[in-house]
């Protein structure tokens, strides 16, 4: 610079090869790669029971997808990864909500069960969905739900898990199978596809009316119209947006 000269910006931009004042690009810090290792270490999170951490890392990378600029072959990628980071936020936040939940009436413990069971349709990695549905199979079986605890011993055995967990699973089964009946009904219909709303934590099944955030993709409920996102804790439930 010379003296008495104005103070000059320079921004770096991404395409700056081939840029001028018109059609200048700013460059973009994160890539979708830096996110895919920000998934993994949410699961290792989540493997090791630090759920809150794993919230919040999930939470980061969903908060990050904005900031991307990516061409249209990533876009299938991007859209796995936020329907993924939502689907773990949904279900760890609405287990760390179910323990904290009294259990005092059986009132209470039916809808701690019920709660148990919907994070099992949760879209997680293998090793985390066989943790969610031992706890409810275990869960139902205490309550006498034998014929949902038996339907969750199934689910549970056709994902292979190892042979210590699956011969106390079949002995949990046969043990259902003798009485295939629920002492108690549970707002849960595994035949009839559903999402969790996650404000409410509770179903929204297949042809209900629902309000999507715009970011995560989170069904909720639709008096949330308008309201904060679980999920994010950033944008507005219902909002029409432009992007992903």
Same mark, same amino acid.
């Given at each position: 610079?010379?003296?008495?000269?104005?103070v000059?910006?320079?921004?770096?931009?991404?395409?700056?090869?081939?840029?001028?004042?018109?059609?200048?690009?700013?460059?973009i810090?994160?890539?979708?790669?830096?996110?895919?290792?920000?998934?993994?270490n949410?699961?290792?999170?989540?493997?090791?029971?630090?759920?809150?951490?794993?919230?919040?890392?999930?939470?980061?990378?969903l908060?990050?997808?904005? /900031? =991307?600029?990516?061409?249209? #072959? @990533?876009?299938?990628?991007?859209? %796995?990864?936020?329907?993924?980071?939502?689907?773990?936020?949904?279900?760890i936040?609405?287990?760390?909500?179910?323990?904290?939940?009294?259990?005092?009436?059986?009132?209470?413990?039916?809808?701690?069960?019920?709660?148990a069971?919907?994070?099992?349709?949760?879209?997680?990695?293998?090793?985390?969905l066989?943790?969610?549905?031992?706890t409810?199979?275990?869960?139902?079986?205490?309550?006498?739900?034998?014929?949902?605890?038996?339907?969750?011993?199934?689910? /549970? =055995?056709?994902l292979?898990? #190892? @042979?210590?967990?699956?011969?106390? %699973?079949?002995?949990?089964?046969?043990?259902?199978e003798?009485?295939?009946?629920?002492?108690h009904?549970?707002?849960?219909?595994?035949?009839?596809?559903?999402?969790?709303?996650?404000?409410?934590?509770?179903?929204i099944?297949?042809?209900?009316?629902?309000?999507?955030?715009?970011?995560?993709?989170?069904?909720?409920?639709?008096?949330?119209?308008?309201?904060?996102?679980?999920v994010?804790m950033?944008?507005?439930?219902?909002?029409?947006?432009?992007?992903?």
């Open positions: 610079g010379l003296p008495c000269l104005p000059m910006f320079g921004y770096p931009q991404r395409n700056w090869q081939d840029s001028n004042a018109q059609n200048g690009l700013p460059a810090s994160l890539s979708v790669d830096d996110l895919l290792k920000g998934l993994q949410g699961y290792q999170l989540t493997t090791r029971g630090k759920f809150q951490e794993a919230v919040d890392k999930f939470r980061h990378i908060l990050c997808v904005p /900031l =991307l600029a990516v061409d249209s #072959a @990533a876009e299938s990628e991007i859209n %796995t990864l936020i329907r993924t980071c939502s689907e773990y936020i949904i279900g936040s609405m287990e760390l909500t179910r323990k904290n939940l009294p259990r005092t009436s059986i009132g209470d413990q039916i809808r701690s069960a019920e709660m069971c919907y994070f099992t349709h949760c879209r997680l990695q293998p090793a985390h066989t943790l969610t549905l031992r409810a199979l275990n869960f139902l079986f205490r309550m006498k739900n034998f014929k949902t605890a038996a339907d969750m011993a199934r689910r /549970l =055995l056709d292979a898990p #190892a @042979a210590d967990v699956a011969e106390q %699973t079949r002995k949990i089964l046969r043990a259902c003798k009485e295939m009946k629920d002492a009904p549970l707002n849960y219909n595994p035949k009839n596809p559903f999402t969790i709303c996650p404000a409410t934590y509770v179903p099944y297949q042809g209900s009316k629902v309000v999507k955030d715009p970011l995560s993709g989170a069904s909720y409920v639709p008096s949330m119209q308008g309201k904060l996102c679980r994010t950033a944008t507005e439930i219902g909002k029409d947006c432009y992007g992903l």
